[in-house]
């Protein structure tokens, strides 16, 4: 079993596998994730992140190893607790901004309706698309409906949230803005767990998991990685590029 | 569970309405496809055998290209991912888009009726409603189709592959044109197998003969059979659909 951490952690994955056909997705990896964090898993493309954010949303069932999520074996019942943003931005495109996210909040069981319209309206007005709340999907840039796609996200207020790859192929001014998201989401209690291949995003993150290959090489906060290193001017990159040296050394 | 379902269903009507092209084309193309029927066949006995059986083949073809295209798009664009990852089940998801395409089923159901009846001019002994409920079976049985074969395709092009391949040999064996009867023996064995036999054989029973849902329970019950076993099977891909 995994060693607890604390005793109410947010994700437990404790040396859960899967595969697709023959190739090892993830490979028997256990991890702790504790709660009201932002939490990055960090690696290269085919490193294992967006599969094992599957595995932890549900979609994904693992071959082995055991899942948990906020103390609680992954079902249909732990499925409101999690909030989840995939690469894509998944929307219906005929729709428009406000359909989109009250579809995403009754799916999610938000039942009284003044509840969720206001709740619709608080988030469309985080994303700040409020002004175009009636556009359909379709005519957004893919930064408006990456906002939108949070929003969808968020609208239930999950104290987990799962966020693949958010800031893919937005501009810094967007990417800034999102993670001023991301950070007021964690003042307010939520658990974020962010995949991303860039440094730039790993940097805002409170703790890293460095991927590759399907498993963790390495855990820790960005300052402890980079000191591990053991240069002063060290930046993310040295520090994952580090810990693939000691893997393939101690392989 | 209800809930979850008539959700989907409102977001799929959704969609379809703000889809104003896709609207009309859906009432316009049947109303050609018949008129065409109609001038194409000048006599009338003919076209009284043949109008009962249109109706059958037009709502299965529209129901399996209208879901198999929306369900491929829901996995290509990640939507069908996001909503197998919240507390929506599989069987939501299938009833939600049975209920929601059931309705423009019925909407299409009811114009081509009308058309022809008071257009075309064409004999009917039977009772609208019975011919509805029926045409809700053969509807049914459709969007489980389109649901199951879309996991089989990859994009919309393969999609439409798909329609000479389920669709076509249907349409020419279920004796839309002359009776199966009449056909080699081979092809009456292989029509039997199919399930548009069975729902052609059914209209035709309750639009010409005057028959009752009663009288046609074989033709039910196969076609029930069928919409079952399809939905199973489709609720059974609709994960693997979804990750891959």
Redesign the interface.
């Known amino acids: 079993m995994v060693k607890r951490q604390t005793p109410t952690a947010a994700v437990e994955v404790d040396k859960a596998s899967f595969n697709y056909k023959n190739i090892k997705a993830i490979d028997e990896l256990t991890l702790e994730v504790p709660r009201g964090i932002s939490f990055g898993l960090l690696g290269p493309n085919g490193a294992g992140k967006t599969t094992l954010i599957?595995m932890l949303?549900?979609?994904?069932k693992p071959k082995s190893g055991n899942i948990r999520i906020l103390g609680e074996d992954l079902t249909?019942q732990t499925?409101?607790l999690?909030g989840?943003m995939?690469?894509?931005?998944?929307?219906?495109?005929?729709?428009s901004i406000i359909?989109n996210v009250n579809?995403?909040a009754?799916?999610?069981?938000m039942?009284d309706k003044q509840q969720r319209a206001q709740r619709v309206e608080e988030v469309i007005k985080l994303v700040d698309l409020w002004e175009r709340r009636n556009d359909?999907v379709m005519k957004l840039s893919g930064g408006m409906k990456q906002r939108v796609s949070l929003a969808?996200a968020i609208v239930h207020n999950p104290p987990l949230l799962f966020l693949d790859e958010p800031t893919v192929g937005l501009d810094p001014e967007l990417r800034f803005t999102f993670w001023e998201h991301f950070a007021e989401l964690t003042r307010q209690g939520t658990t974020l767990i962010v995949s991303s291949h860039t440094m730039d995003d790993a940097n805002h993150c409170d703790r890293l998991a460095l991927m590759r290959d399907g498993v963790v090489i390495a855990q820790g906060t960005p300052n402890e990685l980079k000191k591990a290193t053991g240069k002063k001017e060290a930046n993310l990159e040295d520090a994952f590029l580090y810990f693939v040296k000691r893997e393939e050394k101690s392989v | 569970m209800f809930?979850?379902v008539s959700?989907?269903a409102g977001?799929v009507i959704?969609?379809l309405l703000?889809?104003r092209r896709t609207m009309v084309l859906l009432i316009l193309v049947p109303l050609v496809i018949a008129s065409i029927v109609g001038v194409s066949i000048p006599e009338k006995q003919m076209l009284d055998y043949i109008a009962p059986a249109v109706l059958a083949v037009l709502i299965l073809f529209f129901g399996f290209i209208l879901t198999g295209i929306s369900f491929l798009r829901e996995r290509s664009?990640?939507?069908l991912?996001?909503?197998?990852?919240?507390?929506?089940?599989k069987g939501d998801v299938v009833g939600g888009y049975l209920l929601g395409f059931l309705l423009f089923a019925v909407l299409q159901t009811m114009i081509l009726f009308f058309y022809l009846i008071y257009v075309l001019d064409v004999s009917f002994a039977g009772a609208l409603w019975q011919i509805i409920v029926f045409q809700i079976i053969i509807g049914i049985l459709a969007v489980c189709l389109g649901i199951f074969i879309s996991v089989f395709a990859r994009n919309e092009f393969q999609m439409v592959q798909f329609i000479p391949l389920i669709i076509l040999p249907q349409v020419f064996l279920c004796g839309l044109l002359w009776p199966v009867s009449q056909m080699p023996e081979y092809l009456q064995w292989i029509a039997k197998f199919l399930p548009l036999t069975y729902g052609v054989d059914g209209i035709r029973a309750l639009m010409l003969d005057g028959q009752s849902l009663l009288d046609i329970g074989k033709e039910i019950g196969v076609l029930a059979g069928y919409a079952a076993g399809l939905m199973v099977l489709a609720s059974l891909t609709l994960?693997r659909g979804?990750?891959s």
């Open positions: 599957r949303v549900g979609l994904l249909r499925a409101p999690i989840y995939p690469q894509l931005p998944a929307l219906y495109s005929e729709l359909q579809f995403f009754r799916v999610y069981q039942k359909s969808c | 809930n979850q959700t989907i977001r959704l969609q703000r889809d664009q990640g939507t991912e996001r909503l197998m990852a919240s507390p929506a089940s994960r979804a990750a």
